[in-house]
């Protein structure tokens, strides 16, 4: 039996045909006749089966024993104890001792993060975190710094030019933010776009996939994004080849952002960045002379030193060049089971959110769209004070492999009076936690496109019913957080009413309450097998409000001036690591997700990529057990020549490794977070930390570590051991 439905692993919702004998997922197959992603899939995609039904899945909840280890415990169970000590810690310290964070997976299942949300509403704490804060929170501090035009971008479709900066979408299907064109079936469409005529301009150390297919292709040394961007800002404004009408009507600010780029020269950045001075120029003429196109940025940019202000860059590079839909242009919104708002030709200005309301009291951070950074997490456990987080609920996440610093991630982790994870395996930091709750997977729970239909190049809808019946222990993600609120005796609030906490609603009651707003109505989605392609609203862009046509976009205002200034300025000197580690994503995986499907991801571990040069100069041989140290860390790896790397550079991706320091990196590889820091160069505001282009050195490994199993909970600190009776929410800070 085949039937039709779409693949909820990342945002790119590729259509498929699920082969299943009515029990089980067989075999799983890109959908031909889906209008986005037109039979594209990726190897992760296709091995779904194995993921759902491999020897990692977990069955049934589990509850850590008296003696360290884990035991399978029923859901309703596990949320009754979960209820009452979560109810105990506030009772005693208040709704901020508790805290959500909020991990890549847990945005794939629709009605996850509104349930998620909704239960933490209830609760009345505000220390919510997400992934997002370690990853392109700059984005968020753009448009809370510089505002947001609301006549919406121009897009990839029509497009003669694209930058593409920090990003690989033919491995990532990351689209940048902005324009989904990418997202889908990246590599047909970008050959799509160059045969109608699009030039594409990729900045990136390493030549990816996306770089060998670039017409201009800038390799800069890694974590000189803001410098690179500034050369070419300069090169436009000198060449005047910016959009002086745009820039006159909703641009304040351009004077100051031309003086402050006046002595960011072509050679300056040739010299620092290490690209020659001409590319950059052709690249800036090539950007600024076309009609239509955009700068759009990934990891590789968010996550550099600096990474704010070359964030800010990047988007003042579409600002000075007007790359947004005018009044009277064809609105081009993408909402449809959301809705979608008017579009108009007026800016909403910078708001800076952070600077109202709470604050941490971890280095005074305030929150920006209602989260506190993720790199603070560690410490808002650690630090004594009346608001110290005491529990943490983690929902599709693996924060102690994801975040910085895995030594402190780890030891804050084990600090807390109770660690909730929602998890479909024992992820790392499952086998830290006093509960793990087995939700279903994909094809086991039916679902909609609404959350992702920003993502998507055309408005477009899916809905998918579920295809198999999950194991009989699990239950969807959402009726945790339900469940929970209903236990703890709170309110609940979702997509707008009130729920009754007393009756447990069908999905299919709630994803229509989800998409109630929608252009179009979820029952019409519903008839269609492949989706459905909506078409844009036959309306233009809207002329601006009076009251809002003085508004404008701010292109320097004086905390981005003054982080340019330290941009500029010459990095201290690593002396000792003259290497540059920088992020990278796997076809295979998502994060740490699939690399337990036997043969799925190359190796077992994730390789040290290094040039063969840099590999011959340092007497390290293909495969060869290697130690990586930064100033903050070091781990062992595997070394691998990559000749796409630039020389200089070492290339990892991240999510692999262990909670056991001495563990084999041939067997499960390394995790590159025990090589960051959580506040070396963090970006003011949002707090966050390096993780790409981090000085490190690599030397051969001067002894194998020696290999042994890692069974589930040997590397627990003794407090979290055997034997222990303290009542968990009474051990002292
Ligand atoms: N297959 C797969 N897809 C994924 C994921 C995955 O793990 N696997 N993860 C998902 C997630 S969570 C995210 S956030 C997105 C991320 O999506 P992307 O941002 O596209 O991630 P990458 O593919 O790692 O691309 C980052 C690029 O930045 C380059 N880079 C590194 N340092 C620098 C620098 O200093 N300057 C510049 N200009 N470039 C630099 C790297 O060489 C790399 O090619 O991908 C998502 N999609
Ligand atoms: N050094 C360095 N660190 C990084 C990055 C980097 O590039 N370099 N990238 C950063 C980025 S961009 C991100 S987004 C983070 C990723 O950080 P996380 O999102 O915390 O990590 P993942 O590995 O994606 O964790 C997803 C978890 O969800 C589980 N899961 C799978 N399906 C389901 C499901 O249906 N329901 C539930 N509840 N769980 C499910 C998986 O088993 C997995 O354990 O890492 C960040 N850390
Ligand atoms: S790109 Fe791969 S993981 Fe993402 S939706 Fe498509 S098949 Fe699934
Ligand atoms: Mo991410």
């Not at 996550?303 to 590079?317: D, F």
């Not at 108009?344 to 009291?361: H, K, Y």
């Not at 209903?486 to 309450?513: H, I, N, V, W, Y």
């Not at 492949?530 to 205002?557: E, F």
Request: charge should be neutral.
């Amino acid at each position: 039996m085949r039937k039709t439905s779409y693949c909820r692993l990342c945002p790119a919702c590729c259509g498929v045909g699920v082969e299943m004998d009515g029990e089980r997922v067989l075999r799983v197959l890109g959908d031909r006749e889906h209008p986005l992603s037109q039979g594209f899939t990726c190897p992760k995609g296709r091995r779904a089966g194995e993921l759902m039904q491999g020897p990692g899945r977990l069955t049934a909840s589990q509850r850590r024993t008296p003696t360290g280890g884990h035991e399978p415990v029923d859901a309703a169970r596990a949320i009754a104890e979960v209820a009452e000590r979560l109810n105990g810690i506030v009772r005693e310290h208040g709704p901020d001792a508790v805290g959500l964070f909020m991990g890549t997976q847990h945005n794939f299942a629709t009605l996850t993060p509104f349930m998620a949300r909704a239960w933490f509403r209830g609760l009345g704490s505000r220390k919510l975190f997400s992934t997002m804060t370690i990853d392109q929170s700059a984005k968020w501090l753009v448009a809370a710094r510089m505002g947001q035009y609301t006549g919406g971008p121009q897009s990839f479709g029509d497009a003669d030019v694209w930058l593409l900066a920090g990003t690989n979408p033919l491995v990532s299907v990351n689209g940048g933010d902005g324009d989904g064109a990418l997202v889908t079936s990246p590599s047909a469409n970008l050959k799509a776009a160059r045969d109608r005529g699009l030039r594409l301009i990729v900045v990136d150390p390493r030549r990816t996939e996306t770089a060998a297919r670039a017409d201009i292709h800038l390799q800069p040394r890694p974590g000189h994004d803001a410098l690179l961007f500034a050369g070419m800002l300069h090169v436009i404004l000198r060449e005047e080849l910016h959009d002086r009408d745009f820039c006159a009507r909703y641009v304040d600010g351009l004077p100051e952002l031309r003086a402050a780029v006046a002595k960011v020269t072509p050679d300056l950045v040739a010299r620092t960045c290490d690209v020659p001075a001409d590319d950059l120029i052709r690249a800036a003429r090539l950007f600024a002379g076309a009609g239509r196109g955009m700068a759009t940025t990934g990891t590789g940019v968010c996550m550099g030193p600096h990474s704010n202000v070359a964030e800010h860059l990047a988007a003042c590079l579409n600002v000075v060049c007007g790359r947004f839909l005018r009044e009277g242009e064809p609105a081009r919104g993408r909402g449809v089971l959301m809705g979608e708002r008017t579009a108009r030709a007026e800016v909403l200005p910078a708001d800076r959110d952070w600077e109202n309301g709470f604050r941490s009291r971890v280095g005074g951070h305030g929150l920006i769209r209602g989260e506190l950074p993720s790199a603070l997490l560690p410490d808002e456990i650690l630090r004594s004070g009346p608001d110290r987080i005491r529990a943490l609920v983690v929902s599709g996440g693996n924060p102690v492999l994801a975040l910085p610093d895995q030594d402190t991630a780890q030891r804050a982790l084990n600090h807390l009076e109770l660690l909730v994870s929602i998890d479909t395996r024992m992820s790392q930091t499952a086998q830290l936690a006093d509960y793990v709750i087995a939700p279903t997977m994909l094809y086991e729970r039916a679902d909609h496109t609404a959350l992702m239909e920003t993502f998507f190049p055309q408005p477009f809808a899916q809905y998918t019913p579920a295809l198999v019946p999950p194991p009989q222990g699990v239950i969807e993600d959402w009726q945790f957080f339900f469940r929970l609120a209903s236990a703890m005796g709170q309110k609940l609030r979702f997509a707008g009413r009130d729920l009754d906490t007393s009756r447990l609603p069908a999905s299919e009651e709630l994803l229509d309450m989800v998409a109630e707003r929608g252009r179009i109505s979820l029952n019409d989605v519903r008839q269609e097998r492949h989706g459905l392609l909506v078409g844009h609203p036959a309306t233009t862009v809207a002329a601006p409000r009076p009251d809002r046509a003085g508004h404008r976009l701010s292109l320097l205002p004086p905390d981005v001036e003054a982080e340019l200034e330290a941009a500029l300025e010459n990095d201290a000197a690593n002396e000792g690591f003259p290497l540059r580690l920088v992020v990278r994503r796997m076809r295979e995986l998502v994060n740490s997700l699939g690399r337990d499907v036997a043969g799925l991801p190359p190796h077992p571990y994730n390789p040290a990529f290094l040039h063969p040069e840099d590999m011959e100069r340092l007497g390290i041989e293909d495969g060869a057990p290697v130690t990586v140290r930064s100033p903050h860390g070091s781990v062992d790896a595997v070394a691998h020549g990559d000749a796409s790397v630039r020389p200089g550079v070492l290339s990892m991706s991240h999510g692999w490794g262990s909670i056991d320091p001495a563990a084999d990196p041939r067997e499960c590889g390394s995790n590159v977070n025990r090589l960051t820091s959580l506040d070396h160069a963090a970006q003011p505001i949002n707090h966050m930390p390096t993780m790409t282009a981090v000085p490190v050195t690599v030397v051969p490994a001067e002894r194998r570590p020696p290999s042994r199993p890692h069974p589930d909970d040997a590397f627990l600190p003794a407090t979290r051991r055997a034997g222990e009776t303290t009542p968990p929410h009474t051990r002292p800070a």
